[in-house]
């Protein structure tokens, strides 16, 4: 595998709020690029990876926010508890957010929680601009944002979300091709919306 980058954006962020341990770290970015393959043990894999960074740093948000999306790709895994995994999943968000309330990537995860499962429509999207505001450069943000203007009809008004992220990130574009596939479906089945692009990020 290829060892893990901190590109500048992130190393920006990092030394704003924190010294940075590298070899936590690149934990981190292991167990974000494990999670991209979206197996299931992929999913259990990573949040050893996670897990291992917190015992070299337990305050690091940074795995908090990593905990949390993995758990949250337990939600949707037919074999697991939901609302076990939805519990463990808000427990990072919010220790996450705990330790470091600037980061996009937590006030991410703790808006797929409340869209995904609260069904918290104002919490999902008040996160979503949150985390927009906080780190314009973050196409997870964008991309939820636009799963919510989705979820609500609003496919038009979503459209320029997933393509922001797009151009922050072109690999986002098969999850928001599946996004875009499946947006009829998603009154019905809400919770499957989150599932193909937690990894990326």
Same mark, same amino acid.
């Given at each position: 595998?290829?060892?893990?980058?901190?590109?500048?954006?992130? &190393?920006?962020?990092?030394?704003?709020?924190?010294? +940075?341990?590298?070899?936590?770290?690149?934990?981190?970015? $292991?167990?974000?690029?494990?999670?991209?393959?979206? #197996?299931?043990?992929?999913?259990?894999?990573? %949040?050893?990876?996670? &897990?291992?960074?917190?015992? $070299?740093?337990? @305050?690091?948000?940074?795995? /908090?926010?990593?905990?949390? @999306?993995?758990? %949250?790709? $337990?939600?949707?895994?037919?074999?697991?508890?939901?609302?076990?995994?939805?519990? &463990?999943?808000?427990?990072?968000?919010?220790?996450?957010? *705990?330790?470091?309330?600037?980061?996009?990537?937590?006030?991410?995860?703790? #808006?797929? +929680?409340?869209?995904? /499962?609260?069904?918290?429509?104002?919490?999902?999207?008040?996160?979503?601009?949150?985390?927009?505001?906080?780190?314009?450069?973050?196409?997870?943000?964008?991309?939820? /944002?636009? *799963?919510?203007?989705?979820?609500?009809?609003?496919?038009?008004?979503?459209?320029?979300?997933?393509?922001?992220?797009?151009?922050?990130?072109?690999?986002?574009? *098969? #999850?928001?091709?599946?996004? +875009?596939?499946?947006?009829?479906?998603?009154?019905?089945?809400?919770?499957?919306?989150? *599932?193909? +692009?937690?990894?990326?990020?």
């Amino acid at each position: 595998m290829q060892r893990p980058v901190v590109t500048p954006d992130e &190393q920006g962020h990092l030394s704003r709020n924190r010294v +940075i341990n590298p070899d936590v770290y690149e934990l981190y970015l $292991k167990g974000r690029h494990i999670m991209e393959r979206g #197996g299931l043990k992929d999913v259990q894999n990573t %949040i050893e990876y996670f &897990q291992s960074g917190l015992e $070299k740093d337990p @305050d690091n948000a940074l795995l /908090y926010t990593g905990l949390a @999306d993995a758990y %949250i790709d $337990k939600m949707m895994d037919v074999h697991e508890s939901p609302a076990e995994a939805t519990t &463990q999943a808000r427990t990072a968000a919010e220790k996450a957010l *705990q330790l470091d309330d600037s980061l996009a990537e937590a006030h991410t995860s703790l #808006g797929m +929680i409340k869209l995904a /499962y609260d069904w918290d429509w104002a919490g999902a999207e008040h996160e979503f601009n949150r985390a927009m505001e906080l780190n314009p450069g973050y196409p997870l943000a964008y991309v939820m /944002y636009g *799963q919510y203007l989705t979820m609500l009809g609003r496919q038009t008004d979503a459209m320029p979300f997933f393509e922001k992220a797009h151009r922050l990130d072109p690999l986002f574009g *098969q #999850g928001m091709n599946w996004v +875009i596939r499946n947006n009829s479906g998603l009154s019905s089945n809400h919770v499957s919306v989150v *599932q193909p +692009i937690t990894g990326r990020y």
